[in-house]
């Protein structure tokens, strides 16, 4: 709710980061902790922040074997092609979102193939794509006056 509905970043930041000190292993309730940290960064405009949290996430799968850990890589996957997009580096960002659309019974299929389909469509107006990603950037955090500027 700190992060969703009142935005305030910094309470939320302090609620998750107390869930994953208590957290044992690795639970969905973690593993949801740690995407929220990453989208918190975002909603900041911290790109390199939320690389980072997504390289924290990457490190915990890394360290163990589980049948869902596939899936949680499809999303780093997806997350970090957000990140290119947003920086403006669509054809790396066009790469990975290919390759999560390679396993279409993804959940996060759908959200690569979107995404993918825009950055398609809109290659041939490049300065037009970085205005829209730059607006849909700063819409997800608070400044939505800024998102319809830009």
């Given at each position: 709710?700190?992060f969703?509905?009142?935005?305030d970043y910094?309470?939320?930041?302090?609620?998750y980061?107390n869930?994953?000190?208590?957290?044992?292993?690795?639970?969905?309730g973690a593993r949801?902790?740690y995407?929220?940290?990453?989208?918190?960064?975002l909603a900041q405009?911290d790109?390199?922040t939320?690389?980072?949290?997504l390289?924290?996430?990457?490190?915990?799968i890394?360290?163990?074997k589980?049948?869902?850990?596939?899936e949680?890589?499809?999303?780093?996957?997806?997350?970090?092609?957000k990140i290119d997009y947003?920086?403006?580096?669509?054809?790396s960002?066009l790469?990975?979102?290919e390759?999560?659309?390679?396993?279409?019974?993804s959940?996060?299929?759908?959200?690569a193939?979107a995404?993918h389909t825009?950055?398609?469509e809109?290659?041939?107006?490049?300065a037009?794509?970085?205005?829209?990603?730059k607006?849909e950037?700063?819409?997800?955090g608070?400044?939505r006056?800024?998102?319809?500027?830009a």
């Amino acid at each position: 709710m700190a992060f969703n509905v009142v935005q305030d970043y910094a309470h939320a930041q302090f609620l998750y980061e107390n869930l994953l000190a208590r957290a044992q292993g690795s639970s969905p309730g973690a593993r949801d902790a740690y995407f929220a940290r990453e989208e918190i960064a975002l909603a900041q405009n911290d790109l390199a922040t939320a690389e980072l949290r997504l390289d924290l996430i990457s490190g915990v799968i890394e360290k163990r074997k589980r049948p869902d850990d596939a899936e949680v890589a499809r999303h780093i996957l997806l997350e970090r092609a957000k990140i290119d997009y947003f920086n403006g580096l669509f054809d790396s960002s066009l790469a990975k979102l290919e390759v999560v659309m390679a396993e279409p019974g993804s959940d996060y299929a759908n959200d690569a193939i979107a995404l993918h389909t825009l950055i398609s469509e809109n290659r041939g107006h490049n300065a037009a794509l970085k205005l829209f990603e730059k607006a849909e950037l700063v819409g997800m955090g608070r400044d939505r006056q800024a998102a319809i500027s830009a």
